[in-house]
């Protein structure tokens, strides 16, 4: 959230999740035309936040906590058995790019809306009606505030005292390195030291990083361990996506949808992701109402 840094791309696309729904909806086929003159037509005196719905329902609803658990428990109950299979790897034949056999076992996880939880900053964001920006986003980064999500505690623990390496691959900037860290620790977290965290600013010789992506660093963890699990709430967090667009992403993953549960975990994140500039052709500089419009224009009535 996942934040792995948002980098500037995806910035803007920080402040939409799902649209308020109305309190009490009328079914598409039954709707009534509307006969009212254009001056009859009520105004809304507030105009809807597209991500209250979505941050009040990560901060409050039991459901949110649930999936955490469920997911952090059921790969807990399956780390044993895949660290057993000498077979088993969680890394997509892109990024594997050396023979696991005989390497340590590893789990590689996002940080932000994986392990740790910015729905904090979030809700600021929608209390000043604001949009993400870096400069708000850094100064929630350096109070080391965010608390470990539901699981994920216990899940990386129960890890690295099997001998499992925990590394956590982040989109955070550079500068946020060492107040990341201190965050991890501070929410109970196990951080073996700073090999374990891999930021933006990481560099990988032989590998040509393609914006945020997150493939060289996988490469680089894919040196060095045998990679069990993956956990993330961005699809980015398991695959390079080259081009971002629905149909794109769907087909990208198509070919892993046997790991999804066993080997990859996905995390939900209604809030932010590159599942929302998908939606208006990737064009950050656009407007937000524009934005707005182009999102009200993908969703299915039937």
Known sequence: ????????????????????APEKPVPFAAAAPNTASPAAVATPAIAADDNLNAVAW????????????????????????????????ALSKTDRV????NLPPAVILDIDETVLDNSPYQARVIKSGGEFNEADWAAWCKET???????????????????????????RAKDLDQVTLL???KAGLPVSGPQAFLGLGTIVENCEQ?????????????????VLMQFGDQLGDFLDIP??????????????????????????????????????NNDYSSARELRRKQKLDALRYQ
């Open 58 to 89: 990560s901060q409050t609803a039991i459901e949110h906590d649930l999936i955490y658990l469920q997911t952090y428990r059921d790969a807990e109950a399956r780390l044993l058995p895949a660290m057993h299979d000498a077979k088993w790897d």
């Open 243 to 280: 081009a971002n667009t629905m149909a794109a992403r769907r087909q990208i993953v198509e070919p892993y949808l046997p790991w999804i549960g066993t080997r990859w975990f996905v995390l939900p994140n209604p809030t932010y992701g590159s599942w929302e500039p998908a939606l208006f």
């Open 98 to 101: 050396q023979a696991f056999k």
């Open 210 to 226: 393609a914006g945020s992506e997150k493939g060289c660093r996988r490469q680089l963890v894919s040196r060095h361990y045998r």
């Open 145 to 171: 505030q965010a608390r470990a999500l539901p699981g994920a505690v216990e899940f990386t623990r129960f890890a690295a005292s099997h001998g499992i390496a925990v590394i956590y691959i982040s989109n």
């Open 1 to 20: 959230m996942a934040f792995r840094l948002i980098t500037t791309a995806l910035a803007v696309a920080l402040l939409s999740g799902c649209a308020k």
């Open 183 to 185: 965050n991890l620790r």
